[in-house]
């Protein structure tokens, strides 16, 4: 009798120190997007886009150094990989380049598993690769491109870990994907979509991010806005819910003037969410338009719009939250890319 007491008594003070276990509804995500700060998306930035980095050409050594510093980030936050252990990087083979003479190169994958939903995955990507140095010597840091994306993807991860410390995980699984080669025609991406760590049939959204640090020609005189491009374009429902989050929190200026299906510049084409879209995976894409200083070897860190840079990464990381948190995985209800060309 005497034993059994103490053994219940001992059970009992067992389960008073484990946790509650929370849900995500209790969670406030506007603590975990304040996470995300302009000192340190630039303190990344000023390392990521110097002249250490060379360009960060694809499968040059600039590239080699950005990859390492990527995984070195992710295992700094305690980010696993899904690749296991140790490997970050998702080779990316020299065959799949069509352009030129390229030579190997690897996509960087991390990741958070999801609570409840795990075998769903919602993918953020960026590309971190770009154009190197030319002829004359001249290094193209290329902070805007895509360094922001890039440094607001490390920023985005780390609240998504913070809120998991907290007992507030996801409950669909998050891939945080560095794509290289998109300057070399999508590749990265394209070779993750053609070989997918998780089925794409299970992927749920794409949210990628391409130049994010800058105010593009035109939008000198605008608030803080950012253009979203294919919001709409396979589910209305993500459209709603990325409008819904904005104005619940943000209230950023969102342009939709490059989402015209008749704009010339065709940017729904041209980056790493195209593949992911194809592949009929709700995409948006989040851009801050072009700028004089776009391809050139004088888009430096200095120029960046910390501020703004961090209110983006915000809005796409409160995105994300209501993607990854939401019951239902956003409804494609528009025709497919390839129903669109009548295939
Ligand atoms: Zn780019």
């Known amino acids: 009798m005497k034993k059994v007491l103490v053994f219940t008594l ?5 389960a008073c120190k484990a946790p509650k276990p ?3 509804e209790e969670a406030n995500p506007v603590e975990y997007a304040n996470t995300i700060t302009p000192d340190e998306l630039r303190e990344h930035l000023f390392t990521f886009a110097s002249d250490e980095f060379e360009g960060r050409e694809t499968g040059e050594p600039g590239q080699k150094l950005a990859a390492e510093y990527l995984k070195t980030e992710y295992k700094k936050l305690e980010i696993p990989s899904p ?3 140790d490997d970050y990087f998702q080779e990316v083979p020299s065959s799949v380049f069509t352009r030129g003479d390229v030579k190997p190169s690897e996509n960087v994958l991390a990741y958070i598993k999801g609570s409840t939903l795990p075998e769903e995955v919602l993918v953020i990507s960026s590309h971190y690769d770009h154009v190197g140095i030319d002829d004359e010597g001249n290094i193209f840091n290329g902070a805007d491109d895509d360094g922001s994306g890039t440094v607001a993807i490390l ?5 998504f870990k913070k809120a998991k410390e907290d007992g507030f995980g996801p409950k669909r699984s998050i891939l945080f994907l560095n794509v290289t080669g998109e300057e070399k025609g999508l590749v990265g991406s394209k ?25 593009g020609e035109g939008k000198e005189e605008a608030g803080d806005y950012v253009y979203l ?42 980056s790493d969410h195209y593949n992911f ?18 391809h050139q070897p004088t888009d430096t860190p200095d120029k960046i719009e910390y ?22 995985r956003p409804f494609v209800d528009k025709p497919t890319l390839a129903e669109e060309a009548g295939e």
């Open 191 to 215: 070779y993750y979509t053609d070989n997918p760590v998780f089925p794409l049939a299970q992927t749920v959204t794409n949210l990628n991010i391409d130049m994010i640090g800058r105010i």
């Open 83 to 85: 690749l296991g252990e």
């Open 10 to 14: 001992a059970a009992s003070l067992v």
């Open 307 to 328: 501020d703004l840079l961090a209110k983006r990464a915000k809005l796409i990381f409160l995105t994300a939250w209501e993607v990854a948190n939401r019951d239902q």
């Open 229 to 270: 491009i294919g919001s709409d374009k396979l589910s209305t429902e993500l459209h709603e819910l990325s409008e819904a989050v904005n104005q619940k929190y943000l209230n950023m200026e969102l342009d939709y003037k490059y989402n015209d299906e008749n704009d010339p510049n065709r940017f729904y084409y041209r």
């Open 22 to 24: 929370k849900s995500v």
């Open 155 to 159: 920023e985005i991860a780390e609240a």
């Open 277 to 294: 879209a194809k592949n009929d995976i709700p995409i948006i894409f989040y851009f801050n338009g072009v700028h004089e200083d776009y």
